[in-house]
Antibody, heavy 125, light 107 residues
Framework: EVQLVESGGGLVKPGGSLRLSCAAS????????MNWVRQAPGKGLEWVSS????????YYADSVKGRFTISRDNAKNSLYLQMNSLRAEDTAVYYC??????????????????WGQGTLVTVSS | EIVMTQSPATLSVSPGERATLSCRAS??????LAWYQQKPGQAPRLLIY???TRATGIPARFSGSGSGTEFTLTISSLQSEDFAVYYC?????????FGPGTKVDIK
């Protein structure tokens, strides 16, 4: 059974830092791209960042570029999100999500097939 | 960035009735469109990918259609467990954008 368990959320002051972790089990972690998606209280879903299976390709939403860093440790089956210079608008539940790769018309595309339960990050003074 | 819109924002349906949810992309995403269901306090769950392929374990009452810029999620006969928020997401381009969601509630 695929399991994704996030941790590391909490209350942090504006300008502060936090590191989120996602522990994966039930699948070959090193074979999958992984993602962070967030959801502000009462709002919709916002993709934050993606990392390929070998960390060769990394993408960020413009809203977090230069402040957040995604990484992974395939030996530990873990995904991370280092969040610096946090702002009130970063307050959200942060989900890690596995990316399922399929070939479409000669290119590979990725959708999110499994999600963790999320960890809440609150940025407030 | 591709902007996703969904309509209606809220859909009130009686159990056993049919629900039709719409999703529109600001430019073509081919068939690279997914639908997710989210219940209060829970993570999103994948329902449909490739615009029309049901994910593992998803009941046949859920169906998806469309391509290009116009997509539809149909729930043929609403069950009590289907009352939730539904999001569409395009994964054709970066960034992978979500629609604002359609809340399906009990009429």
């Amino acid at each position: 059974e695929v399991q994704l368990v996030e941790s590391g959320g909490g209350l942090v002051k504006p300008g502060g830092s936090l590191r989120l972790s996602c522990a994966a089990s039930g699948f070959t972690f090193s074979s999958y791209s992984m993602n962070w998606v967030r959801q502000a209280p009462g709002k919709g879903l916002e993709w934050v960042s993606s990392i390929s299976s070998s960390s060769s390709y990394i993408y960020y939403a413009d809203s977090v570029k230069g402040r957040f860093t995604i990484s992974r440790d395939n030996a530990k089956n873990s995904l991370y999100l280092q969040m610096n210079s946090l702002r009130a608008e970063d307050t959200a539940v942060y989900y890690c999500a596995r990316a399922k790769s399929i070939a479409v018309a000669g290119t590979r595309v990725y959708y999110f097939d499994y999600w963790g339960q999320g960890t809440l990050v609150t940025v407030s003074s | 960035e591709i902007v996703m819109t969904q309509s209606p924002a809220t859909l009130s349906v009686s159990p056993g009735e049919r629900a039709t949810l719409s999703c529109r992309a600001s430019q073509s995403v081919s068939s690279n469109l997914a639908w997710y269901q989210q219940k209060p306090g829970q993570a999103p769950r994948l329902l449909i990918y490739g615009a029309s392929t049901r994910a593992t374990g998803i009941p046949a009452r859920f169906s998806g259609s469309g391509s290009g810029t116009e997509f539809t999620l149909t729930i043929s006969s609403l069950q009590s467990e289907d009352f939730a928020v539904y999001y569409c997401q395009q994964y054709n381009n970066w960034p992978k954008t979500f629609g604002p969601g359609t809340k399906v509630d009990i009429k």
